[in-house]
């Protein structure tokens, strides 16, 4: 099947399986703002980053291998599947040798044990999925979303709305939504046909390894990021700003969910852009072929936040509940710019899948590092002047940096054209378009209506271009 078109149809696959998913996992923002109050809300946020944070650590961030070697006809599955499994088992016994040192964390105090469950759970599903996206089993990948989805709203409906167990509920709606999903992809796709010491090859062992292992550092710097903005809001209490501190955090987490819209839609088509990035990176039109799927992707990206920093006060009432933490009402203040830094962190994701193309994984550690480095500096300093404001305006700032570099790095390896002028100028729209949401001056509506005018017009050729390619072929 012709690049293009492969393309399109796995990243219909994965929409058909997730947008339904996704847009429900939203809702859950509206589900745990209206049980759990604004200050545990930020300790459960706490929870779930330091699982993210520790992850790719336990799991020597093998899953990225997983889907590299096991998408090359040149490796034999079994030894990938086989190998990451011992992999993974060595790193959850080595999590469980370590875990009272979990209670060093003040906020993990109590759920230590929970924590450690969703992190071998975690692993467990991710080493599994990814292997079957390695196998080409698209729709079982897709199907899986759904059901993980639904069995994860489920849960958090059974303890946090009717059992009231709060952060805890949180927790185990996590670990057993995860192991669930582990269960039914190792049973429904018959992994245990790829696993047996029979298949252990060191040689594979280190082979992965080496490429997965500089990802590890690559995905800490990235939840670094994150983290930092948090954990300077909740514990930076002497600051100058009033807006620190459980609460404020716990509202911060709140607004910051209300992006994730953005990193939906990038997640559902970045999943299937990794195969075909790997895949492709030996065409001789791939430069062509980069050049005009990241044009086209750049300016549906642009397009999306743009409704959404229009649209966010009425989106922020429907996804975040404040009848129960009046607190609550203020997270749209936060999210505009919160929006276009999840647009940049999407862009950066695009052009981390040209490192994972051609190996060069140690590219991804050094350019994350810019913006984990950049981020804890400007937390420190915005943050004490400007309290969550601050934090969002490091989280931009942190990622365009990021986004600078590696525009002109990843073309090194693989050149393909970028309208830099292009970029820019989607960008300053938004910015305006962010500062109007914020003050809300009483030309507000007229005022968005015209610029996502601008933005349809401003964009539209790009997206057509791509759609004309894909239909002639």
């Known amino acids: 099947m012709d690049k293009y078109k492969k393309l399109a149809a796995d990243t219909l696959i994965f929409a058909i399986g997730s947008f339904g998913s996704k847009i429900l996992m939203l809702f859950l923002t509206r589900l745990y703002t209206h049980n759990i109050p604004s200050a545990d809300n930020s300790t459960k946020s706490l929870l779930e980053t330091t699982a993210t944070f520790l992850l790719p650590i336990v799991t020597f961030s093998i899953a990225d291998a997983i889907l590299r070697y096991g998408l090359d006809r040149d490796y034999d599955k079994k030894e990938i599947f086989t190998s990451a499994c011992f992999v993974e088992a060595f790193g959850c016994a080595f999590l469980l040798l370590c875990s009272p040192l979990l209670n060093f964390l003040p906020y993990a105090k109590g759920y230590v044990i929970e924590l450690v469950l969703y992190i071998m759970a975690s692993a467990f599903r991710q080493m599994n999925s990814q292997f079957v996206r390695a196998r080409n089993l698209l729709k079982l990948f897709a199907l899986d979303g759904i059901l993980t989805t639904l069995s994860l709203f489920a849960f958090n409906v059974l303890f946090i709305a009717v059992l009231k167990m709060g952060v805890q509920g949180f927790m185990l709606s996590a670990i057993l939504s995860d192991f669930c999903s582990g269960v039914f992809l190792f049973v429904v796709a018959k992994l245990w046909k790829f696993a047996g010491k029979a298949y252990l090859n060191p040689e594979i062992i280190g082979t992965m390894l080496r490429f997965s292992i500089p990802m590890i550092p690559t995905a800490i710097l990235w939840t670094i990021t994150e983290f930092s903005d948090k954990l300077f809001v909740r514990y930076m209490t002497f600051a100058q700003s009033p807006d620190v501190g459980e609460t404020a955090a716990g509202v911060y987490d709140a607004a910051s969910k209300i992006p994730h819209l953005i990193s939906m839609v990038s997640t559902i088509f970045f999943q299937a852009w990794n195969m075909s990035a790997i895949t492709a990176s030996k065409s001789k039109d791939k430069s062509d072929f980069y050049a005009k799927i990241f044009s086209a992707y750049q300016s549906i990206i642009f397009l999306g936040a743009a409704f959404m920093i229009a649209l966010v006060k009425p989106l922020c009432a429907i996804l975040i509940d404040s009848s129960t933490d009046a607190n609550y009402a203020r997270a749209f203040e936060f999210t505009p710019i919160l929006i276009i830094g999840v647009l940049t962190m999407t862009l950066n994701q695009f052009l981390s899948s040209i490192y994972t193309a051609t190996k060069k994984t140690t590219h991804s550690f050094w350019t994350s590092l810019i913006a984990a480095g950049s981020n804890l500096i400007l937390n420190g300093i915005l943050i004490y002047y400007w309290g969550v404001h601050g ?77 004309k390619k894909l239909l002639r072929k």
């Open 391 to 467: 934090a969002t305006i490091a989280t931009f700032i942190s990622y365009f940096l990021c986004y600078l570099v590696r525009i002109v790095d990843t073309r090194k390896l693989i050149y393909f054209e970028v309208n830099h002028l292009h970029f820019l100028s989607n960008l300053l729209v938004l910015f305006v378009m962010s500062i109007g949401a914020i003050t809300e001056p009483f030309f507000l509506v007229p005022m968005q209506i015209g610029f996502l005018i601008f933005m349809v017009v401003f964009n539209f050729s790009d997206i057509l271009q791509t759609i």
